[in-house]
């Protein structure tokens, strides 16, 4: 809203809140994520993963590698690039269990 400067937020519990920009924190969970300048496993700069929930004790997103292992790893937002988002703001909120299992190669030809 223009007027006010806030926000509508989809509520996990359901509902919406109204919130200010400067309240507010980018969440890259749902989102198809590149990985870069990583130093202690340079190997996967460039790679691309399905970034998964924020541990908010250690600033850490839980992204599952996109090679065909389904590997898990613990990476800082600054590590992380958004490549695009592939998730409605529902099925976001859905149990893990209730979701689809990603399929990368669908979801970027969406982004092209």
Same mark, same amino acid.
């Given at each position: 809203? $223009? &007027?006010?400067?806030?926000? /509508? ?27 870069? &300048?990583? $130093? ?39 590590? %992380? ?7 409605? /703001? ?5 149990? /893990?269990?209730?979701?689809? /299992?990603?399929?990368? &190669?669908?979801? %970027?030809?969406? $982004?092209?």
């Amino acid at each position: 809203d $223009q &007027a006010t400067g806030r926000f /509508p937020i989809l509520l996990a519990a359901g509902g919406v809140k109204s919130i200010k920009s400067e309240n507010l924190r980018r969440v890259l969970t749902g989102s198809v994520v590149r990985l870069k &300048a990583l $130093q202690a496993a340079a190997e996967l700069n460039g790679s691309l993963a399905e970034c998964g929930e924020l541990d908010v004790a250690t600033e850490r997103y839980s992204v599952t590698l996109a090679d065909g292992k389904e590997t898990l790893k613990k990476v800082k937002e600054a590590n %992380l690039e958004a490549v695009g988002r592939y998730l409605s /703001p529902g099925r976001l909120l859905s149990a /893990p269990a209730d979701r689809r /299992p990603l399929a990368f &190669a669908e979801a %970027l030809k969406e $982004q092209r």
